[in-house]
């Protein structure tokens, strides 16, 4: 593989980590909590917390379905929501936008644009890496970009003034855990749960599927 090749795979493979559970959900769930801390913003950090556990739910039922009973489609090549893309769409937006709430409106709305891009960025990712298709990088934008933004719509942006140090401990969170944390298996841990729900001695794969094996 050429040199450049190899440092773009490298690019890619350390992206497509910015949208691991392990990284965002502490993130969210800090926020969160300063959000909750105050009346004027409590409403936002409550729709927010339950439009993640909803499309969360969403995406590892997808997910469940595919493994353990091989309900997928051959046609959209589709064996789950990507939960990274996913991830990224629900929290990105939100998180940046309440980051940013110093700043003024246009700067803040900026930001959740930018969490929109990251969040692109990382489906992209996923297709690079080879973990999804086409189609389950879109549901996964759609799903989690609906969340964050009806979260905007029915709470709005916060315009309290959040601590600096909010935003110095979850940008050097963001930035440090992909280089030096290992990555969660959760497909590992959805697999498992899949068989053990549906019974079946195998998973079945994207490769079965696209092939049309049966029982696979």
Do not use: C, N
């Not at 959209?76 to 409106?105: C, K």
């Not at 979260?151 to 140090?165: H, K, N, T, V």
């Amino acid at each position: 593989m050429p040199i450049a090749s190899s440092h773009l795979q490298s690019y890619w493979h350390l992206l497509t980590r910015l949208g691991e559970v392990q990284i965002l959900l502490p993130a969210a769930l800090l926020a969160m909590l300063v959000l909750a801390h105050r009346a004027d913003t409590r409403p936002l950090a409550t729709i927010w917390l339950g439009l993640l556990g909803l499309t969360t739910l969403l995406t590892t039922a997808s997910k469940i379905a595919f493994i353990g009973w091989g309900i997928g489609s051959a046609w959209l090549d589709f064996t789950g929501i990507s939960g990274h893309t996913m991830f990224a769409a629900a929290v990105y937006p939100l998180l940046l936008g309440t980051l940013t709430s110093r700043l003024p409106p246009w700067g803040q709305k900026a930001a959740v644009a930018a969490g929109y891009a990251l969040a692109l960025l990382v489906g992209v990712s996923r297709l690079e890496v080879g973990a999804h298709s086409v189609s389950e990088v879109v549901v996964g934008l759609l799903l989690g970009g609906a969340a964050s933004a009806l979260a905007i719509a029915s709470a709005g942006l916060p315009r309290a003034r959040i601590g600096a140090s909010l935003t110095v401990l979850v940008a050097l969170w963001i930035v440090l855990t992909p280089v030096h944390v290992p990555p969660l298996q959760t497909h590992s841990l959805v697999t498992r749960l899949a068989l053990s729900l549906s019974g079946s001695p195998v998973p079945h794969t994207r490769h079965a599927m696209l092939l049309g094996v049966p029982g696979h």
